[in-house]
Every structure is written in C-alpha cells, then in structure tokens.
C-alpha cells in the first residue's frame, strides 16, 4: 500500500500504519515538523502547502488531520469561514487530481455540529461528489490502549464501495475487529465533556493505560497539559509523558536546534498512534477478504 499524508505535523500516522505500507509524499508547512519530517524520513518528499499542491503523485491511500481550530468548541467556531476550515476542501480539491481507492480524514468533534452540521455535510459531499463510499466515526484513544481523553471523528472512504468503508469502523457478523483492538463507545456523552477537565491524573509517574486517564492534550496550550501530584500540587507534563499519551515513541520528536515548545504544540496537534493503527490494521483486514459481503472489487 502506497499512501501519502496531507497536513501531517509529525507524520504519527507512519508510526502507525503497518510496516509494508509505504510513505510517498507528505503536505507540511510548519517549520518544526518540516524539519522533523525531514529528519526522520529522509527519502520522502514533502510537497509543502496544500493549497498549492497540482499533479501529485498517485498513490492507494491520503490521510489527513486538516486543521481543527475553526471547528473546536475551543476555537474560532467560524467553521468554514474561517481560511483554517476551508482547508478540509482543499484536500477534497487535491483527492481529485489523486484518485487514491482509501481516504483517512480526522477532526473534532465539534465539527460535528458546526454550521448547524452543514459544514461537515458539505465536507462528505464534496468527497461523495468525487465517488466516494464514506462512513464516520468517534473514537476515543482512552480505548485504544492509552491514558489520555481523546474524542475525534474519523472519516473514511472508499472509492466507489461505502461497505469497505463502513467495515474499517464498524464490527458486523461478517466482519469482526483484530483480537483485544474493539474500541468502546459511551453513549450519550457530550462530544466535548471530557475536554472541559482541566486536572487529570494523580501520581508521579507518567499516567498508566488503565489506571488514570488524563484530558486531550492541545496544541493552544503548548500541548502541555497539566497534571495533579498530590497536595495540591500541580506540574506540566513533560515532552517524553506527553509522546506516551499520543503512543509516540520516546524522543521522536527531539530534533536538534528546536524547543519543547514547539515540540508540545506539535504533539498535541498529532493523531494518536494507536487509533491510526487500529484503522490501518482494519484496512488491511479488509483489503484482505475476497467473498462473502464485500465481494466485487
């Protein structure tokens, strides 16, 4: 599988995706994660600014975290008015000339309602226009193994074939989840209650998966988080706690000559690794079946 990443920050999604799928091009402009892009994949070329992307190269699959400030209950809430938001249909823009047969996209919840839901309308209708089969999703990382609050919505595609796509995201009798990787839904839960949190987690160490759960790490605060340690004292998570909290290897994103502050934000702008690794293992899994429900293509 040949895939690309379109506003890919650290590219966590190549953390994530299976070993034989590989990275042909990426779409970054912020300079911390140009440099780390560059740093950790070398032979990948990075196309820059998406709006200015023409004739890229084909490839099987594009993933892409378009930024999520104008859709956060935290943000702007100027939806697609606002030039952060109308980035989501840029990338539409750039699947056109692409064609890949999967697409991956990420936000907030909040985009979810924004516009009175007629901003994520016109999103999946400009991919259903290119002849897209789509489904949808919220998926949370506190279920996929990690310590840390994390309600996103997942879009994905398929090209002309909405049950491949809805298969990735959801079980069935004639299709089931990888042994232990089934996430669980709360129901009836405020799509952005967990957010409100402003203290965590309880301890010295590192918040354990299963033990202490902390709220999503944001990019507006340095990504920094905070922490309770006991006696009323409070302390930020340090780089290293929060690359845990997002499945990200230790020191993966220590490139020399930049902050951890530019580091913070970047991680908290990140998909988590292991939520994109469930999907890549799905995808896999689907690519995989040969009869039954999804035969045909």
């Known amino acids: 599988m040949r895939y690309a990443s379109i506003c890919s920050g650290i590219e966590t999604a190549s953390l994530a995706f299976p070993k034989s799928w590989k990275p042909v091009w990426f779409s970054e402009v912020d300079p911390f994660c ?62 056109d000339s692409v064609r890949p047969r999967w697409v991956v996209w990420e936000n907030v919840p909040g985009v979810l309602r924004s516009g009175q839901g007629r901003d994520f309308g016109c999103f999946l209708l400009s991919l259903a226009k290119l002849g897209y089969g789509l489904a949808y999703r919220v998926l949370d990382s506190q279920f996929f193994g990690v310590a840390q609050r994390r309600r996103r919505v997942f879009v994905v595609g398929h090209y002309r074939d909405w049950r491949r796509a809805a298969a990735v995201l959801f079980d069935g009798p004639q299709f089931d989840s990888p042994a232990g990787a089934s996430p669980q839904v709360r129901e009836g839960e405020s799509p952005d209650e967990s957010d409100q949190q402003l203290l965590g987690w309880t301890g010295d160490e590192t918040p354990k998966y299963g033990v202490e759960i902390v709220p999503t790490l944001r990019s507006q605060q340095g990504g920094e988080g905070i922490g309770l340690i006991g006696r009323g004292m409070c302390r930020k998570f340090t780089v290293t706690e929060m690359e845990r909290l997002q499945g990200i290897p230790d020191g993966y994103t220590n490139i020399v000559g930049w902050s951890e502050p530019q580091r913070r934000k970047a991680i908290g ?29």
Request: contains cysteine; aromatic residues 6%; positive net charge.
């Open 34 to 95: 140009c440099a780390l892009l560059k740093e950790r994949y070398p032979h990948v070329t990075n196309l820059g600014d998406l709006t200015k992307i023409e004739n890229a190269p084909a490839v099987d699959l594009v993933i892409a975290g378009t930024p999520c400030q104008s859709f956060s209950e935290q943000g702007s809430k100027r939806g697609m008015d606002d030039p952060r938001g109308q980035l989501a249909l840029q990338f539409s823009r750039v699947l």
């Open 269 to 297: 702008n990140a998909f988590c690794v292991n939520v994109v690794k469930w999907i890549g293992q799905r995808i896999d899994a689907v690519r995989a079946i040969d009869g039954g429900l999804l035969r045909g293509g």
